[in-house]
């Protein structure tokens, strides 16, 4: 983890800190206006529905690096066309001026990028072994086979940014428009005209002394294959097997100079038939590994194996290519009525689209006054009266434009902190080994029908409008993102956006390829489905 990483996220422990302090002052105040409450005899429960505001807002090219996975493939998300995820990454070797030995022949090149898939135990009919499954909630999304391609990357991916050398560089989702890697291709090391993940477990068998077949090793799913250059001797060159004197190459020396000698790799994705899969890799756990021979010594015909590693810990991004012909995003943010809030909210993933929430923008009916009133000045008037039992934001599918492809999560972050609401850190729920099902007091999965269409989504922010309500915090607008994985809150910036009311996004929400179409806020659309913020009180009795 590189410096600016780590004081990135030392960042958001502390404002998270700080923000559970202040949900204890914030607390007692409430334990207050609760304990005068329970004082009567006779107090009255009931719920009240507040307007607000929903628009829909277009991403620009998102920050791709630094991700904690990456997706790779296409995606056919209907509503929105296809997007494609291709990655570039620098590999580095584990160990520098590495010694090969005598008369150095290459044996295999393996590479071996795990998929997210889920454990299901062990099979009965081989106690040994374990079995996997790999679903839409781990990390594979669409069944049609992909052409991949991995070629060697011949453009320099750099550290930091040139303009501020405390910064690192930030690579964005439209690189392959500004880059262009297809024109720094370097050589083709594996290429697969039909390429589909498999949640099989990987065993790996050598001959023992006894010319039998054993076991030993038993890998997670994974794309695991040969980076072999047809033809060539790419490997043999690039580490300099035909040199066996006993002078070190700088090449090999030292991080930064293999970087700029071998550039990385590029994972090339390309539809078939209009079509294909999108899986999630954990580049994290990656590996590319260099298994040679040679010679013990020249006075000796006898030879040993030897192996040389390389991780992913480099730079990393994602290119990300949506489909131009769909306009369906363009249109629904040229028309956005940022005033009465729009009909539908788009929400796609990746470089895709969101919705800008403002709450309590509208009137409501005063009964005491018999007229209409704004909503927020209502609601501050009842300090005196409410003690505040649940606040919810309801938001229908609109399955008439949608076929079950919905994303199970969505996400509401403050767009002035760039942080989830406070009732998402006391979230208890919290799930780092099944993200589906984490964090789900504050922001439930999807609600599905019979047929396993979308139904709604609902989001508790009790906290967040107590906030509002007892300690006068600022009623911040809010940004409403898919997410493939709600444990992750680092924000990915927004390209040019510092004069931009969203200037990042969480990085769940980069992760993600799935998109929806929900009811929005605007009048026209049928109460009932209507987005609205719906709070429930208890206050005394006249």
């Given at each position: 983890?590189?410096?600016?990483?780590?004081?990135?996220?030392?960042?958001?422990?502390?404002?998270?800190?700080?923000?559970?302090?202040?949900?204890?002052?914030?607390?007692?105040?409430?334990?207050?206006?609760k304990?005068?409450?329970?004082?009567?005899?006779?107090?009255?429960?009931?719920?009240?529905?507040?307007?607000?505001?929903?628009?829909?807002?277009?991403?620009?090219?998102?920050?791709?690096?630094?991700?904690?996975?990456?997706?790779?493939?296409?995606?056919?998300g209907?509503?929105?066309?296809?997007?494609t995820?291709?990655?570039?990454?620098?590999?580095?070797?584990t160990?520098?001026?590495?010694?090969?030995?005598?008369?150095?022949?290459?044996?295999?090149?393996?590479?071996?990028?795990?998929?997210?898939?889920?454990?299901?135990?062990?099979?009965?009919?081989?106690?040994?072994?374990?079995?996997?499954?790999?679903?839409?909630?781990?990390?594979?999304?669409?069944?049609?086979?992909?052409?991949?391609?991995?070629?060697?990357?011949?453009?320099?991916?750099?550290?930091?940014?040139?303009?501020?050398?405390?910064?690192?560089?930030?690579?964005?989702?439209n690189?392959n428009?500004?880059?262009?890697?297809?024109?720094?291709?370097?050589?083709?090391?594996?290429?697969?005209d039909?390429?589909?993940?498999?949640?099989?477990?990987?065993?790996?068998?050598?001959?023992?002394?006894?010319?039998?077949?054993?076991?030993?090793?038993?890998?997670?799913?994974?794309?695991?294959?040969?980076?072999?250059?047809?033809?060539?001797?790419?490997?043999?060159?690039?580490?300099?097997?035909?040199?066996?004197?006993?002078?070190?190459?700088?090449?090999?020396?030292?991080?930064?100079?293999?970087?700029?000698?071998?550039?990385?790799?590029?994972?090339?994705?390309?539809?078939?038939?209009?079509?294909?899969?999108?899986?999630?890799?954990?580049?994290?756990?990656?590996?590319?590994?260099?298994?040679?021979?040679?010679?013990?010594?020249?006075?000796?015909?006898?030879?040993?194996?030897?192996?040389?590693?390389?991780?992913?810990?480099?730079?990393?991004?994602?290119?990300?290519?949506?489909?131009?012909?769909?306009?369906?995003?363009?249109?629904?943010?040229?028309?956005a009525?940022?005033?009465?809030?729009?009909?539908n909210?788009?929400?796609?993933?990746?470089?895709?689209?969101?919705?800008?929430?403002?709450?309590?923008?509208?009137?409501?009916?005063?009964?005491?006054?018999?007229?209409?009133?704004?909503?927020?000045?209502?609601?501050?008037?009842?300090?005196?009266?409410?003690?505040?039992?649940?606040?919810?934001?309801?938001?229908?599918v609109?399955?008439?434009?949608?076929?079950?492809?919905?994303?199970?999560?969505?996400?509401?972050?403050?767009?002035?902190?760039?942080?989830?609401?406070?009732d998402?850190?006391?979230?208890?729920?919290?799930?780092?080994?099944?993200?589906?099902?984490?964090?789900?007091?504050?922001?439930?999965?999807?609600?599905?029908?019979?047929?396993?269409?979308?139904?709604?989504?609902?989001?508790?922010?009790?906290?967040?409008?107590?906030?509002?309500?007892?300690?006068?915090?600022?009623?911040?607008?809010?940004?409403?993102?898919?997410?493939?994985?709600?444990?992750?809150?680092?924000?990915?910036?927004?390209?040019?956006?510092?004069?931009?009311?969203?200037?990042?996004?969480?990085?769940?929400?980069v992760?993600?390829?799935?998109g929806?179409?929900l009811?929005?806020?605007?009048?026209?659309?049928?109460?009932?489905?209507?987005?609205?913020?719906?709070?429930?009180?208890?206050?005394?009795?006249?």
């Open positions: 983890m590189t410096m600016k990483k780590t004081i990135k996220s030392l960042k958001i422990i502390c404002i998270m800190l700080l923000i559970a302090f202040a949900f204890v002052a914030c607390d007692k105040d409430y334990s207050s206006v304990s005068d409450i329970e004082g009567l005899e006779n107090f009255n429960t009931d719920a009240k529905k507040f307007p607000i505001v929903a628009f829909n807002k277009k991403m620009k090219p998102v920050q791709t690096s630094d991700l904690s996975s990456n997706s790779l493939g296409i995606y056919n209907n509503i929105y066309g296809l997007t995820a291709g990655v570039v990454s620098q590999i580095v070797p160990r520098f001026n590495p010694v090969f030995g005598l008369e150095t022949e290459l044996e295999s090149v393996i590479l071996t990028i795990p998929y997210f898939a889920t454990n299901e135990g062990g099979d009965e009919n081989d106690p040994e072994s374990t079995l996997y499954s790999m679903e839409e909630k781990d990390s594979l999304f669409g069944n049609a086979p992909i052409k991949l391609s991995v070629y060697r990357n011949n453009y320099f991916l750099r550290d930091f940014n040139p303009e501020n050398a405390e910064e690192t560089q930030k690579y964005y989702s690189a428009s500004t880059i262009n890697f297809d024109s720094h291709l370097g050589e083709l090391l594996y290429v697969d039909d390429f589909f993940p498999s949640p099989t477990e990987i065993v790996i068998t050598e001959e023992n002394e006894e010319g039998e077949e054993e076991v030993t090793q038993r890998i997670a799913p994974s794309l695991r294959v040969e980076l072999l250059n047809p033809g060539g001797d790419f490997w043999e060159t690039l580490l300099f097997f035909d040199d066996d004197s006993d002078i070190p190459h700088p090449e090999l020396s030292n991080p930064n100079n293999f970087k700029e000698y071998f550039r990385g790799l590029y994972f090339k994705t390309e539809a078939i038939d209009g079509n294909g899969h999108m899986t999630m890799l954990n580049f994290g756990l990656a590996s590319v590994v260099v298994n040679y021979s040679f010679r013990i010594d020249e006075d000796s015909d006898e030879r040993e194996d030897g192996f040389l590693s390389f991780n992913f810990n480099g730079v990393r991004l994602n290119v990300l290519e949506n489909d131009l012909s769909n306009t369906v995003i363009d249109n629904a943010d040229a028309a009525n940022e005033v009465d809030g729009d009909e909210l788009f929400l796609k993933g990746g470089e895709g689209s969101m919705a800008i929430i403002d709450l309590f923008n509208g009137d409501v009916f005063d009964d005491e006054l018999g007229v209409d009133v704004p909503a927020f000045d209502y609601f501050m008037s009842k300090k005196e009266q409410w003690l505040i039992n649940e606040a919810n934001l309801v938001f229908y609109d399955q008439g434009q949608v076929s079950g492809q919905e994303p199970d999560r969505i996400m509401l972050y403050k767009l002035n902190s760039n942080l989830p609401l406070i998402y850190f006391i979230d208890g729920s919290t799930n780092t080994f099944d993200p589906l099902n984490s964090k789900i007091n504050h922001s439930r999965i999807l609600e599905r029908d019979e047929d396993e269409n979308g139904v709604k989504y609902k989001i508790r922010l009790t906290e967040h409008i107590n906030s509002i309500f007892v300690r006068d915090s600022t009623n911040t607008k809010l940004g409403l993102v898919v997410s493939t994985n709600v444990n992750e809150i680092l924000q990915s910036c927004l390209l040019d956006s510092e004069d931009e009311t969203v200037t990042n996004v969480p990085s769940g929400s992760m993600s390829p799935r929806t179409i009811h929005g806020s605007n009048e026209n659309v049928a109460e009932e489905k209507r987005a609205q913020l719906e709070i429930f009180y208890t206050e005394p009795e006249n």
